[in-house]
């Protein structure tokens, strides 16, 4: 295959499906339009082929895909229970942005399932994605169409810049995409729906039709949707989020240091920067303030275009959470992860006070900005469920954290991969992180190389007064440090 270019097809040309369809059953890899983004399909009962889309992508094997049907009829095939919720969704929102996942029927391979007892499935409502369905005759798995950790394509191009020397078979042009961030996926096995990925399903659209839905917080979620990594979504250059309250002056203050920024905002921010005789390097229009489904549709193609100006970095504003603005918040902070050090795992022995004070600090502290941050807590020691101590508890709510929510998590090695920088509040503690997963060194780090002073060591069975101590010595390090990362360079 030396020297062939992947070839690109407009899907209304006479017999692009035709020819689509007979590729993907001879074992072949199409990428498609579908409503959300462009998806890089191969048929789901062809392990080999499976197989090759995970190398072809650069994903983990651990991360599954999602199963595409073209009907619910064909959907309760792969699955064990098909359960009341799945029909209510399905009725709902079928064909359209909404993935859910159920225990899968015991002869799905294992590959499909990256491992785990359960299936994904979506009906797409993109009319090509369809008409593709039902030309081929079964379901197809299909990833975004782009290299495991870059932005998502919305246009058949973005396809074409990750894949561009016959990676893959062919190429689907349908014209832009409608929704411009992936399928909501939920995990529907009980009464009680749990969204693992928020995106084009808003959660106000499941509220309306199902009563028990809760919004996992994205370091739980890593549990279910077993390769979500923080650091996805991101373009070639770093990205650096600006939002809510004061989130203006900063921003303001950040271009007038760096113009070689690019800036993804919307209309009125990018109005009210060129007012104020500021001039980005570039910027990208992510559509009016009030309209965060014009945010959604742009966003991904915001992030390709900004990384291929002269520019050394990409700021990027945090809309509000109402609609699809929560999918993109999780974009954005994804995308950001890892470029500004923001995905932060905080590990102790028993994650039932220290790392679990020093994670909500480190919330709070991007909350007053408006910003999602990526963080996380863990013990090397701990057990599984356990709420906060109630002295941390009762210490946290005199100065407004609210720790009811805690529940403790052991330290396992995928979290490594998850996060950007674990830091643990004793040096044994690192040491023996570094000593165990020598592969990971560089990102593991104790308080104390950090922030200088000693160990964070456990206030438990002191006072009321040795736990105020470590919250206000977590807080004044951590405080200090956002600060810092927040002015960097300026
Ligand atoms: O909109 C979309 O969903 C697009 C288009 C092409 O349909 N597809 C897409 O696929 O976004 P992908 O592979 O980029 O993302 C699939 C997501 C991942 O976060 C994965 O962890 C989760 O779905 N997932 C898949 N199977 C799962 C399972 N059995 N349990 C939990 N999460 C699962
Ligand atoms: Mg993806």
């Given at each position: 295959m030396a020297g062939r270019m992947t070839p690109i097809r407009?899907?209304?040309?006479?017999?692009a499906l035709s020819e689509a369809a007979a590729l993907l059953k001879q074992g072949g890899l199409v990428a498609f339009p579908t409503e959300t983004v462009y998806g890089l399909g191969a048929v789901a009962r062809m392990e080999e082929a499976v197989a090759r889309l995970y190398r072809v992508k650069g994903r983990p094997p651990t991360n599954p895909v999602i199963v595409h049907v073209a009907s619910a009829e064909e959907a309760r095939r792969w699955v064990r229970h098909w359960t009341p919720a799945a029909q209510v969704l399905a009725e709902a929102f079928w064909p359209g942005p909404l993935t859910l996942v159920l225990e899968a029927a015991q002869w799905v391979p294992a590959v499909v399932r990256g491992g785990q007892p359960t299936v994904a499935l979506r009906c797409p409502r993109h009319p090509v994605a369809l008409a593709l369905l039902r030309e081929v005759g079964e379901p197809l798995v299909a990833p975004s169409a782009n290299r495991s950790g870059r932005p998502s394509p919305t246009r058949a191009q973005e396809v074409w810049e990750d894949f561009p020397s016959g990676e893959i078979d062919l190429i689907l042009d349908g014209g832009p995409v409608e929704v411009g961030v992936e399928s909501t996926v939920v995990d529907a096995r009980e009464d009680t729906l749990h969204i693992l990925r928020p995106g084009g399903v808003t959660v106000e659209d499941l509220k309306a039709v199902w009563p028990g839905v809760e919004a996992e917080p994205p370091e739980q979620r890593k549990k279910a949707?077993?390769?979500?990594?923080?650091?996805?979504?991101?373009?070639?250059v770093p990205v650096r989020l600006f939002g809510g309250e004061g989130g203006f002056q900063s921003l303001l203050k950040a271009l007038r240091r760096h113009p070689r920024r690019g800036l993804l905002a919307p209309t009125e921010i990018l109005r009210a920067v060129e007012a104020e005789g500021c001039r980005p390097e570039a910027v990208f229009d992510a559509g009016p303030l009030s309209d965060p489904s014009a945010y959604a549709r742009r966003l991904y193609e915001g992030l390709r275009t900004l990384e291929k100006k002269d520019i050394e970095e990409i700021y990027a504003w945090v809309p509000e959470e109402e609609g699809l603005g929560l999918a993109v918040r999780d974009r954005l902070a994804r995308a950001a992860a890892g470029s500004s050090g923001e995905s932060v795992l905080f590990v102790c022995s028993?994650?039932?006070c220290r790392s679990p004070l020093a994670e909500a600090i480190w919330r709070k502290l991007g909350e007053e900005e408006g910003l999602p941050l990526a963080v996380g807590s863990a013990g090397l020691f701990a057990l599984e469920g356990r709420p906060a101590s109630a002295s941390a508890q009762a210490v946290a709510k005199e100065r407004g954290?609210?720790?009811?929510g805690h529940r403790s998590r052991p330290f396992d090695p995928s979290l490594l991969e998850a996060y950007d920088l674990i830091i643990t509040m004793e040096g044994w503690q690192a040491d023996e992180l570094r000593r165990q997963h020598p592969e990971a060194k560089g990102k593991i780090f104790s308080w104390r190389e950090i922030f200088g002073g000693g160990d964070v060591l456990d206030p438990y069975g002191s006072g009321p007064d040795a736990y105020r101590a470590t919250l206000d010595r977590l807080e004044a390090d951590l405080r200090r440090w956002w600060e810092e990362k927040r002015g960097r360079g300026e």
């Open positions: 407009r899907a209304d040309e006479e017999g949707s077993p390769g979500s990594r923080f650091r996805h979504y991101a373009p070639r028993g994650n039932t954290l609210d720790l009811s």
